[in-house]
């Protein structure tokens, strides 16, 4: 049955005309876009990709991109909560209260040299911490830091002292000493005695506990720090090479090492490239375990993904829910074994029951009313998904020989190499983020001046790394967020000392047609810096638009219309509302080549889609009288 037969064929120059048609005039291309590592995002995908697709193989296959199992699983993944409470006590009500909601595993952070989490003096913290929890029915992942040995240990005796031996605990130790090397800028041992540390733990646990992994490969310091999704596929490799030549020196050959580790990674809200992260990072992993005859390990190997602590904002948290919800519907349909979704107060200091029971329900829902789990690697056959994939795979595996070429991963952390790699890609990131190029929504873009914000308790601050062996410069969790959120705390500090917030007077110039959608742009971009912008009728003449800035109560004003009213009124208006008290004046849109004759005028600046919002901002709290913080 010919199902096509009634349709004219089409080919690539008719789909190219019919969105260029739909674009008015500008060309495909200006749709394109590129991530902050400079990976091309192209508008459409066309059938010669399908190349990329056959590259990917089966599911439960070499080169393991569509996953590392032929047949779904059943829970599809596990929900795991992150727990990082200091009190035992408390942590233990809260693992509780998530297990009967709904949870099926647990991540315990573990309190440690520049790291939070549950304070563990000794090892009946952890057992406190465990009351009452069935440690045979649930997995347990342990996030130890630098303490890796000490929490490993611990665990063991738990298991010991309730009986509980073979295959009837899962979960994993955790110990990632050149993660936990690259967040607290430093380790209590060399590397090479960390590594044989780290392997003596998989060596001691790994006949007697075959579902427990004893390392982990994570990569979530280097996503928070800035790194690219290529760029952290590269820390994976490296990382994961240099595991595999520690147990390998420990006695334990590469595939019975493999066997040994697990694998951390973090996914944001942008669906497609985390998707093709945990796609890729399997191609990777494949490409490593083939390539040292350990392939047959790789079906059996787990990978947790986390919703993206950098993502988080403190400003209209509540968007947060949205931002999870992406990135966990991401990590499912990417394939990922375990998901754990941060609470949407996450940012802001320790989470509540509300906060935490969200984040339980944003899986509950996507696992049993949307069935994400239901079909493996729904991307597959995207020619989108699987481009992005393949790239994104060659591309880390670049960046992976480079830093095996440098001599390996704590070698590059050691130099500084990848610490530099990922300040710059950073940095793009935050260019992007500043000049409106990357939206956040309630941060740069829609922000909400009026939103309340839930209280919390504020983290205890982590304990430093006293006396340590080797230092490296630390990877800082960079949320792009965080610069607007400065600027705005600096502004609510304002207006709780004058009782009124900082305001912009917006000068409406002509019909509503003409200067509305400069004034919502204006007003938005100055939201964003916490100053709220008053002042909504048009005006007709400069004279009145002084008058009713004098009555604004403002101490700046941005002048908002088209282009043709500019050249009528912009520079009589400027002058005018100069001469009525206006310490600033800014002016809506590009100015062109009237430039040097608005600025003589009196604009003393520009606001348009691309600016940096940043300094615009700091500028214009700083005339008000701000104080940033």
Known sequence: MELAAPFQPRDESDWKALAEKALEGRPLESLAARTPEELALRPLYWAREEAANRAMGAPGALPFARGFRAVPAMPPWEICQLHETADPAETNRQIL????????????????????????????????????????????????????????????????????KGDRVKGGFGADPLGACAKAGGLDQPFAEALAAAA??????????PNVTALCVDTRPYHSGGAGEAQELACLAATLAAYLRALEEAGLPPEQGLARIGFTLACDADLFLSIAKLRAARLVIGRIAQACGAAAAVPG???????????????????????????AAAAALGGADSVTVLPFTWALGETGPFA?????????????????????????GSWYADTLTSELGERAWELFQGIEAQGGMAAALASGRVQAMLAETAGEGA????????????????????????????????????????????????????PFERLRSAARAFAE????????????????????????????LFAAGGIEAVGEEGFESAAAAAEAFKAS???????????????????????????????????AGRPGDQRAALRQAGIGGFVHKGADMIAVLEEALGVIGVDLL
């Open 97 to 164: 209260a998530d297990l009967e909601g709904g949870a099926s595993a647990v991540a315990l952070r573990l309190a440690a040299p520049e790291q939070t989490g549950l304070a563990m003096r000794s090892p009946k913290d952890l057992a406190r911490a465990l009351e009452g929890v069935h440690l045979d029915f649930i997995a347990l992942y342990l996030e130890p830091g630098i303490r890796f040995a000490e929490a490993a240990s611990a665990l063991r005796a738990l298991w010991a002292e309730r009986g509980l």
């Open 200 to 209: 003596a733990i998989a060596r001691e646990t790994g006949d007697t506990h």
């Open 301 to 327: 190997l787990h990978l947790r993904a986390e919703t993206s602590s950098a993502m988080m904002s403190r400003l209209d948290p509540h968007v947060n829910l949205l931002r999870t919800t992406a990135a």
């Open 356 to 380: 935490r029971r969200a984040a339980r329900n944003i899986q509950l829902i996507l696992q049993e009313e949307a069935h994400l789990g239901r079909v493996l690697d729904t991307a597959g």
């Open 431 to 482: 260019r992007q983020t500043a000049s409106g190029e990357a939206e956040l929504i309630g941060v740069n873009a829609f922000p909400h001046l009026y939103g309340t914000v839930p209280e919390t308790r504020s983290r205890a601050a982590p304990a430093p790394l006293e006396d340590p062996a080797i230092t490296v410069e630390p990877v800082p969790l960079r949320r792009p967020a965080a």
């Open 497 to 524: 000392r004058e009782g009124a917030r900082p305001r912009v007077f917006l000068a409406n110039l002509g019909t509503l047609a003409g200067y509305n959608a400069r004034a919502n742009f204006a007003r938005n």
């Open 553 to 587: 109560g403002a101490e700046i004003a941005c002048l908002c219309g088209g282009d043709e009213t500019y050249a009528q009124m912009a520079r009589e208006t400027a002058r005018a509302l100069a001469g009525a008290g206006a310490a600033r004046v800014y002016l």
